[in-house]
T-cell receptor
């Protein structure tokens, strides 16, 4: 089993839709989690951090379920500019070896 | 503030050639990282430097060497390039130690080895 797994998609949604991505992780000792956004042929950039049960920032909500070992990202009222790849990121406890998921591709259509 | 800069942006090598990828950050961060990104796979850590003067292997260090020249600069060297090293290489830096903090990435170097 991979340490971090994501549905690769792609998710194709119309503008205004609500879309959710899940990410499962295998190390139950992990304490902090991140969602990064990566535009085509660009570098990843931090979207949200998740340290406890969840986090909300405008149209974006991240939830953490420790019992089932997954985090989710919910995007409400999707915009064309939300089209990107979303990376789930889980730092390994006690070290520097952060694990990046392969990413979920989202296409928002007009 | 330029953030994290990388040079070159693109490079084509022949098998067996060597090259050094340069990375610099101006955010006074302690930790720096080198990753590679291949289609369908997440970023994989090649080497990291927890602080100035230290370097350690990541998940996929074979075929690479690194130098933490000073607090700002962290270079990645391919001694004898192989086609399997065709990839996009990202340098990153972070402030807090232990990787439990936001990582800031450079724009990447697209390397093709023929």
């Amino acid at each position: 089993r991979k340490e971090v797994e994501q549905d690769p998609g792609p998710f194709n949604v119309p503008e205004g839709a609500t879309v959710a991505f899940n990410c499962t992780y295998s190390n139950s000792a992990s304490q902090s989690f991140f969602w990064y956004r990566q535009d085509c042929r660009k570098e990843p950039k931090l979207l949200m951090s998740v340290y406890s049960s969840g986090n909300e920032d405008g149209r974006f909500t991240a939830q953490l379920n420790r019992a089932s070992q997954y985090i989710s990202l919910l995007i409400r009222d999707s915009k064309l500019s939300d089209s990107a790849t979303y990376l789930c990121v889980v730092p390994r406890p006690g070290g520097f070896k952060t694990i990046f998921g392969a990413g979920t591709r989202l296409f928002v259509k007009a | 503030n330029a953030g994290v800069t990388q040079t070159p942006k693109f490079q084509v090598l022949k098998t067996g050639q060597s090259m050094t990828l340069q990375c610099a950050q101006d955010m006074n961060h302690n930790s720096m990282y080198w990753y590679r990104q291949d289609p369908g796979m997440g970023l994989r850590l090649i080497y990291y430097s927890a602080s100035e003067g230290t370097t350690d292997k990541g998940e996929v260090p074979n075929g690479y060497n690194v130098s933490r020249l000073n607090k700002r600069e962290f270079s990645l060297r391919l001694e004898s390039a192989a086609p399997s090293q065709t990839s996009v290489y990202f340098c990153a830096s972070s402030d807090l130690t232990g990787g439990l903090d936001e990582q800031f990435f450079g724009p990447g170097t697209r390397l093709t080895v023929l």
